[in-house]
Nanobody
């Protein structure tokens, strides 16, 4: 059974930074692509960043140059460093993982965490 556990969300002022972490357990390894989605109230869930099993990285245009995704395969953990945060980044952030044979980066994500709230406000 796969479990994804997010941490690191919170309240931050505009221009500030946060680092999210997602610890994976179960049948998840470096052969699985992992990523971060977010969903703001009244909006659709959107892909923010994802890292493939080969280390290729994709970012949404809205976060390029501000967010950095990385992974520690030894610890089965993926991180999202978020800098220069603004109110538009306020959302619930979800960690997700693909089965190894899915199309990356926009294929179906099979496993999901419960989410961690990020609120950017002064």
């Amino acid at each position: 059974q796969v479990q994804l556990m997010e941490s690191g969300g919170g309240l931050v002022q505009p221009g500030g930074s946060l680092r999210l972490a997602c610890a994976a357990s179960g049948s998840i390894s470096s052969s699985n692509a992992m990523g971060w989605y977010r969903q703001a109230p009244g909006k659709e869930r959107e892909l923010v960043a994802t890292i493939s099993s080969r280390g290729n990285i994709y970012y949404a245009d809205s976060v390029k140059g501000r967010f950095t995704i990385s992974r520690d395969n030894a610890k089965n953990t993926v991180f999202l460093q978020m800098n220069s945060l603004n109110s538009g980044d306020t959302a619930m952030y979800y960690c997700a993982a693909q089965k190894s044979w899915r199309t990356w980066p926009t294929g179906l994500y099979d496993y999901w965490g419960q989410g961690t709230q990020v609120t950017v406000s002064s």
